[in-house]
C-alpha cells in the first residue's frame, strides 16, 4: 500500500489528527468526551487512524485507557511510542513498512495482533503477550521457517496467519507450523484439519517431541520448493490460481473470521467452501493457461511472418543492387578504356541513368514491404484484440461464474454463515451453547452484532474477489 504514498507528505500522530479521528468516528458522542474546552483523552477507548500517511508514532500517551487502535495503510517504520496503552487488547499495525517487532513489552493484555504486509523478517520480542490469541504476520520477509518455533511461548495463540512469506514455499509448511504449534486452531484463516493434529499427535505420543520435530526437519529438507506463480502464470494472467492462494488470501485480514469459525456448524461448512472455491479458481486457470497458448501462438506466426516478409524485401533488394553492380563493373571498364571522350561520356550516362533506376527499384521494394508489414500489424492487431476481448468477457463470465463461482460461492456462504451464527445467537441467549472463547461469546450478544461481524467479514471477500479479477482485466488489457 506504501506505494500510494509517494507523493503524501509524511505525518507524525498529534493531538489535532486524534481528535479529528474521534470526530469522524463517533461525532454523537463527542459531547460526552469534553471537559470544558479540552478533550478528556482517558474516556477514548477505540481510535482508527488508517490511511493518515504517518510515519511515525507519538502522542498516544493520554489516550492511557485505549483498547482498540487501528495504524493500518499508512507509512510506519518503527513500532514506538505505545508503552502508556496497556490496557490495549486489539492492534492492526498491518501495511506499513516496519521492520523489527519491538515496543511491546508493556501490551500485556493484547488479543489481537495484525503485523500483515510490512518488511519483518524475524519473529522477536513478543515474550510479553501471553494473552496474545490472534496473530496476523502474513506478507512480510520471514524466511526461515524455524523460526516458527519462537511462537510456542505464546500460550493462547489459536489463530495465525502467516502466508504470503517467502517460507511458505516450503513443501512441508503446514506440517511444520502444526507440529510446533499443536494448539492452533486456525492457520491461515483455515481450520487446521483434525487428521494433521490427530497423526502429529500419534507421533508425539509414540517418539516424543525430539522425534516429531525431526521429522519435520528431515521432511522439510527432503521436500522440494514449489515455487507459486511461475512466470509463464504470471504471463497468463492467472498467477496463484492454481491453488488455495486466493482463498487463503480472502481471509488475510479478516479477523472476525477466525472468531466465527468457533461456531457450532461452521466448521463443516468452512470444510466445503474451500475445496469448491479453489475448483473455480482452478478451472479459470486452465482456462488462462490455454488462452496463453494461443496468444503465444498468435506472436510466434507474428514473428514468423515478419522474418519472412523481412527476408524476401532484404532478398530482392540485394538482387537488384547486385544486379546493377554487375552491369556497371562492366561500363566502368568501358569507361576507364574508352578511346575519346564522347564515348566515355555515354557510359557515364548509362551509369547515371542505371542509378536512377536502381533508386526506383529501391524505393519500390520499401514501399512494397511498408505496405506489407502496415497489413501485418493490422491483421495481428485485429487477431490480438479478438483473442484479448474474448479473454476478457471469458473471465467476466467465468470468474463471477453466474451459477455457482466465485462471487455466488461467497453469497452462498455468506447465507449459510448467517444462518448458523443467528440460530447460535438464539442458542447462546438461551443458555444452551457453553465454552466458546469470550471473543466469540461478545458476538453472541445479540442478533446485531453477530451479523454486522459476518458482513464486515463477508465485505472484505468480495473486495479481494473484485479486485483479482480487476487485475486480470488490466493486465491483459495492458499486454
Known sequence: MTQFYNNVEPNIIDDEMVLKAIEEKCPEDLGDLVRGENINFKDVTELQLSFKSILQIDNLWQLENLTKLQLDNNVIEKIEALESLVHLVWLDLSFNNIEIIEGLDTLVKLQDLSLYSNRISKLENMDALQELQIFSIGKNNLTNLEDVAYLRRLKKLRTLNLSGNPFCDDEQY????????????????????????????????????????????????????????????????????NGSFLFDSLYA?????AKLASLPGVGNLLQAYPSWFVLVCGNLYDYGLKEYEKREAEVSNFYKTLHEILIASQEESKKAMLDFENRNRKRLDEIHHARSYDIAESKRAECKEDILQLSDALMTLETLLSNELEELLQGFKRSIDVIASTFMEKVKEIYPFHSIQCRDLE??????????????????????????PDDVQKLLVDKNTIVNAINTSHSIRLRKIDKRESDMLCNTYHW
Open 174 to 241: 503446514t506440517l511444520f507450523v502444526v507440529a510446533h504449534l499443536p494448539k492452533l486452531v486456525y492457520l491461515d484463516f483455515k481450520l487446521v484439519r483434525d487428521t494433521t493434529v490427530r497423526f502429529l499427535h500419534s507421533l508425539l505420543g509414540k517418539s516424543g517431541n525430539s522425534f516429531l520435530q525431526s521429522l519435520c526437519f528431515v521432511a522439510r529438507r527432503a521436500g522440494s520448493l514449489q515455487k507459486s506463480g511461475s512466470q509463464k502464470h504470471t504471463t497468463a494472467f492467472v498467477e496463484h490460481l
Open 253 to 257: 485480514e479478516d479477523a472476525e473470521a
Open 411 to 436: 453469497n452462498h456462504h455468506h447465507e449459510k454463515l448467517t444462518e448458523i451464527a443467528i440460530a447460535a445467537v438464539e442458542k447462546s441467549l438461551k443458555g444452551e451453547l457453553e465454552n466458546l
